[in-house]
């Protein structure tokens, strides 16, 4: 069994890291490739690519934490290289930023992936894909307001949000077709060379078969332990927006303090958690959860599921109502002090 401060744990980050930045390199070629292709460059920011494609492969290969380090780092860099279109710092965090990085999540699915399964890693393509729309259909709504009008007070009627979700769509929704089509091709070499020697060592602990004690699906997950305490950040985030806009005037000059865009960060990371939490309660074994309950008490993962998802998702459905209290009290109220 491997050991922590060991010569093999040191060798399986080392592993881990190189295949990371194989497929952090992999998907900046790729999109830079496609970046000199005609019509497959939307004008306003946006591109047909299979980019994201080795990001998925990153998390499917090496577990959440790399598949996160990946995709975050991929966001930046598309950005900062590629044919970037940051209107703003709303547009530059949605697009780009959590963007790419919600590409992370096929992490989860890793176990699947080892197990030689299609449908799981294929699902969580789909879900990866959702996220990114979610993400750039608000910096959409961000975008189409602050060009038109000169200020950052994002809108949300009708065809707002039916030209942002078309033109998001529009190169989204091919990307993933063509992401899954190239896996679906290639999967067997990918799952014949999972097993291969040189990949032994980048596998993560949860795809491991049980040597003696088992790790679990919630084995050495830090992040999930501060869930509630993100989400309770962002009920306080839910809560200063819904907090009238301020004007006051000093030596002359007029000024202005409005926390609505708390209300736009609260309903975006929010529902990241909550799609996360979500996702960690599906790869929970039930028999593990429920196994002796009512004479033995919940299982860890069982005490882990009350204590951390839950709260969480709760959390975040009150940190996105307040949000939205927030939204409508400033743009259908007008409050003001």
Request: aromatic share 14%; proline share 4%; net charge positive.
């Amino acid at each position: 069994m491997e050991k922590h401060g060991t010569r093999s744990s040191v060798n399986k980050g080392v592993m881990q890291m190189v295949v990371s930045a194989m497929m952090l390199a992999l998907a900046v070629l790729l999109d830079l490739f496609v970046a000199y292709i005609p019509g497959l460059n939307w004008p306003n920011g946006g591109t047909i690519t299979i980019a994201m494609l080795p990001l998925f492969l990153a998390g499917f290969l090496c577990g959440p934490f790399w598949g996160f380090a990946v995709s975050f780092l991929f966001g930046v860099l598309d950005m900062l290289i590629g044919t970037a279109w940051g209107f703003n710092w709303a547009s530059i965090l949605l697009d780009y930023i959590l963007g790419f990085g919600v590409c992370g999540v096929c992490g989860f699915f890793s176990r699947a992936f080892y197990r030689k399964s299609l449908a799981l890693p294929i699902a969580g393509m789909i879900l990866a894909g959702l996220l990114r729309f979610l993400c750039s259909f608000l910096s959409g709504c961000v975008v189409m307001w602050d060009v038109a009008y000169g200020s950052f007070q994002p809108h949300f009627d009708a065809a707002t949000m039916t030209y942002s979700a078309v033109y998001n769509l529009g190169y989204i929704l091919p990307s993933i077709v063509l992401s899954i089509i190239v896996f679906s091709l290639i999967a067997k070499p990918i799952f014949l060379l999972s097993d291969s020697r040189v990949l032994a060592n980048v596998r993560p602990k949860s795809t491991m078969k049980d040597e003696g004690k088992s790790q679990g699906i919630l084995g050495g997950v830090l992040f999930d332990s501060v869930l509630p305490f993100l989400a309770i950040a962002l009920v306080v985030c839910g809560a200063l927006s819904c907090v009238p806009t301020i004007t006051y005037s000093a030596a002359g000059d007029e000024f202005v303090v409005d926390f609505l865009a708390l209300g736009y960060v609260a309903i975006v990371f929010s529902f990241v958690l909550m799609v996360y939490s979500f996702v960690r309660i599906c790869l929970l074994k039930p028999s593990a959860l429920y196994k002796d309950a009512l004479t033995k008490g919940l299982s860890e993962e069982g005490k882990c599921l009350v204590r951390r998802y839950v709260p969480t998702i709760f959390l975040g459905l009150l940190a996105i109502a307040l949000s939205a209290v927030g939204l409508f009290l400033h743009f259908s109220q007008g409050v003001l002090l």
